[in-house]
């Protein structure tokens, strides 16, 4: 099983800020967020072999304080996406370009500057099928877009739905590994 995870929170995310590549640490309501992960995985008994994370700070912080022990792989590839000009924007301010790409991801372009969705699906999709050859359960840790990235690319038929749905800190997402054949993620509740 793979299990893919949104970091915790941030002073950045408290105080309702694009962050993308800023490299933020958790605040102490992200530990805490993580703390309850770990906890919530540990009574259902999942045991990780292998943890990967985001390179950005709060995303490893979280893999560490969710997987206790497990060595965690950097991989680049699960980092947030580059919001360019638009890094650090107050998300209750956001400019008229940011709105409409905010409010139709499937069919408007991000604006100028920022990484396009495209882009985020092939890196996290390439990301996922590697990691789809190992055994085992694998955590993943990583950002809301991102993660909107690896579920998209495993849902195909979703067609782009999982760029509007909101994903909060510490949202852990399941998808089942079946020598190598991957399942529909869902959401772990």
Wanted: aromatic share 8%; glycine share 8%.
């Amino acid at each position: 099983m793979i299990y893919v995870i949104r970091h915790g929170q941030t002073a950045l995310n408290n105080a309702h800020a694009l962050q993308g590549r800023s490299d933020q640490p958790l605040n102490e309501t992200g530990i805490n967020q993580a703390l309850d992960a770990h906890r919530m995985l540990e009574e259902r008994g999942i045991t990780f072999t292998r943890a990967f994370s985001s390179p950005l700070v709060r995303a490893i912080q979280t893999a560490e304080l969710v997987a206790p022990g497990v060595p965690i792989t950097v991989d680049d590839r699960l980092i947030e996406m580059d919001y360019g000009p638009y890094e650090g924007t107050d998300l209750n301010n956001l400019p008229p370009e940011i709105l409409a790409f905010f409010g139709d991801f499937a069919h408007v372009p991000a604006p100028e500057g920022m990484e396009q969705l495209a882009s985020v699906v092939a890196r996290t999709g390439a990301f996922v099928e590697e990691v789809a050859a190992l055994g085992g359960d694998v955590l993943v840790s990583t950002h809301a877009i991102a993660m909107k990235g690896i579920l998209e690319y495993l849902t195909p038929q979703s067609q782009g739905s999982y760029w509007s749905k909101y994903v909060g800190n510490c949202a852990v997402y399941v998808v089942e590994n079946q020598d190598g054949a991957l399942g529909v993620p869902y959401e772990l509740t």
